[in-house]
């Protein structure tokens, strides 16, 4: 089992849509999340972080963490094409290390 | 506030030379954390320094090192390079260490792409 895992994807999703991302983590005793947004040949922009279990919202953008379920998820409502990137779910570990997931590539479409 | 930054940008090097890496933190951040970025492997951790020490270390051999300067600015070195090196090298800080509090937010810089042939 990977340590942090992302739903696959390509994800495509119209225009003004609601676009959910969702990510897994293993280790139970991570305490900080995170979600970054990666334009192709651009590095990682940090975009959300939640630690506490519940909803965190953002403009656009709402992080959801259940720590019970091992769970983290990001909304983005009314997608916009300026959003189509890859996102990319990272876990702060019990044992300091931050672990990235493979990434979802998401795609608004017009 | 300026960002991240890193450099060089691009890089080409041969199997066998090796290879320095710098980035200069957000000012008033103290932790560098490196990463290396292929698309096989995605997004990995290789090491983090927080006040000139060395916190935490992913799993690369031993041809990977870093140090990190008193001013937080930081460098990583890779020996021996090998074909597999090549990769996208992120490095990343902020403003506490991984190991303390919560305010580890990363921000990344742009990166510098190694090309090894």
């Not at chain 2, 890496?21 to 103290?30: D, K, N, V």
């Not at chain 2, 698309?39 to 935490?56: A, K, W």
């Amino acid at each position: 089992q990977k340590e942090v895992e992302q739903n696959s994807g390509p994800l495509s999703v119209p225009e003004g849509a609601i676009a959910s991302l969702n990510c897994t983590y293993s280790d139970r005793g991570s305490q900080s999340f995170f979600w970054y947004r990666q334009y192709s040949g651009k590095s990682p922009e940090l975009i959300m972080f939640i630690y506490s279990n519940g909803d965190k919202e953002d403009g656009r953008f709402t992080a959801q963490l259940n720590k019970a379920s091992q769970y983290v998820s990001l909304l983005i409502r009314d997608s916009q094409p300026s959003d189509s990137a890859t996102y990319l779910c990272a876990v702060k570990t019990s044992y300091d290390k931050v672990i990235f997931g493979p990434g979802t590539s998401l795609s608004v479409i017009p | 506030k300026a960002g991240v930054t890193q450099t060089p940008r691009y890089l080409i090097k041969t199997r066998g030379q090796q290879v320095t890496l710098s980035c200069s933190p957000i000012s008033g951040h103290r932790s560098v954390s490196w990463y290396q970025q292929t698309p096989g492997q995605g997004l990995q951790f290789l090491f983090e320094y927080f006040s000139e020490t060395q916190r935490n270390k992913g799993n690369f051999p031993g041809r990977f090192s870093g140090r990190q300067f008193s001013n937080s600015r930081s460098e990583m070195n890779v020996s021996t390079l090998e074909l597999g090196d090549s990769a996208l090298y992120l490095c990343a800080s902020s403003l506490e260490g991984l190991g303390t509090g919560n305010l580890h937010e990363q921000y990344f810089g742009p990166g510098t792409r190694l090309t090894v042939t």
